[in-house]
T-cell receptor, first 114, second 110 residues
Framework: ETGVTQSPTHLIKTRGQQVTLRCSSQ?????VSWYQQALGQGPQFIFQ???????GRGNFPPRFSGLQFPNYSSELNVNALELDDSALYLC?????????????FGPGTRLTVL | DAKTTQPPSMDCAEGRAANLPCNHS???????VYWYRQIHSQGPQYIIH???NNETNEMASLIITEDRKSSTLILPHATLRDTAVYYC???????????FGQGTRLTINP
C-alpha cells in the first residue's frame, strides 16, 4: 500500500464527453504526476503538478488539463473524449526537494470511451 | 524514449532467485537506475533504486556494474506473487517524468 488513492476505479464515457479523475497523494508528499497507460504499453507521462502549478508536461494535447489543490490532491480533466483516450490513468505522488523524490503510484482509474 | 533495454519475457521457478537484467549503456553520471513492477491492471510498484553502489531492501537487490552500463534486479526467493512486468528506468533526480519501456514480463512457475 502506497497511500496514494484514486477515484473512481472504473469509468465509462462516450466520445465527446468530459471526464474528471481524482488523486489523493501520500501523506507528506507535495507533488503529483499523471500517466496514461494504453493496453499492452508502458505508462506515458502526461504532466506533473508541484505547488499547485504545472511543472512539466508530456506529449499530450491541451484538452488534457489538471489541477493541484492546497492539500496536494490533484485532478486530471480530459475534454472532448476520443476513443483512443481509453486507458488506465495513473497518478503518482512524490516529495520534491526531499532526499529522495521517488514516485509512488496509485491503483489507477480505468477509463473506457465508447 | 526509454534509455533501457530489457528482455521481453523471462521464466523462473518458485523458490529460486530471479535475476532480471537491464542494459543502460548511455546512462549519464547523474542518472539513477530505478526498478518498478506492475502486476496485471494495478499501478506500478516501486521496488528499489541506486546510483552506482549495490542496493538491497526487503524486496530485492540491485547490482549495478562498475561501468554503470547495465544492472540486475535480484528477487532472492521468487514466489508466485512476483509474477509481473518489471520496468527498469534511468532518471536524473528531480526529473519530472519516469520513462517506461516495454519491461520484462516475469512469470514464476510452481
Amino acid at each position: 500500500e502506497t497511500g496514494v488513492t484514486q477515484s473512481p476505479t472504473h469509468l465509462i464515457k462516450t466520445r465527446g464527453q468530459q471526464v474528471t479523475l481524482r488523486c489523493s497523494s501520500q501523506s507528506g508528499h507535495n507533488t503529483v504526476s499523471w500517466y496514461q497507460q494504453a493496453l499492452g504499453q508502458g505508462p506515458q507521462f502526461i504532466f506533473q503538478y508541484y505547488r499547485e502549478e504545472e511543472n512539466g508536461r508530456g506529449n499530450f494535447p491541451p484538452r488534457f488539463s489538471g489541477l493541484q489543490f492546497p492539500n496536494y490532491s490533484s485532478e486530471l480533466n480530459v475534454n472532448a473524449l476520443e476513443l483512443d483516450d481509453s486507458a488506465l490513468y495513473l497518478c503518482a505522488s512524490s516529495l520534491t526537494s526531499g532526499s529522495t523524490d521517488t514516485q509512488y503510484f496509485g491503483p489507477g482509474t480505468r477509463l473506457t470511451v465508447l | 524514449d526509454a534509455k533501457t533495454t530489457q528482455p521481453p519475457s523471462m521464466d523462473c521457478a518458485e523458490g529460486r532467485a530471479a535475476n532480471l537484467p537491464c542494459n543502460h549503456s548511455t546512462i549519464s553520471g547523474n542518472e539513477y537506475v530505478y526498478w518498478y513492477r506492475q502486476i496485471h491492471s494495478q499501478g506500478p510498484q516501486y521496488i528499489i533504486h541506486g546510483l552506482k553502489n549495490n542496493e538491497t531492501n526487503e524486496m530485492a537487490s540491485l547490482i549495478i556494474t562498475e561501468d554503470r552500463k547495465s544492472s540486475t534486479l535480484i528477487l532472492p526467493h521468487a514466489t508466485l506473487r512476483d509474477t509481473a512486468v518489471y520496468y527498469c528506468i534511468v532518471r536524473v533526480k528531480g526529473a519530472q517524468k519516469l520513462v517506461f519501456g516495454q519491461g520484462t514480463r516475469l512469470t514464476i512457475n510452481p
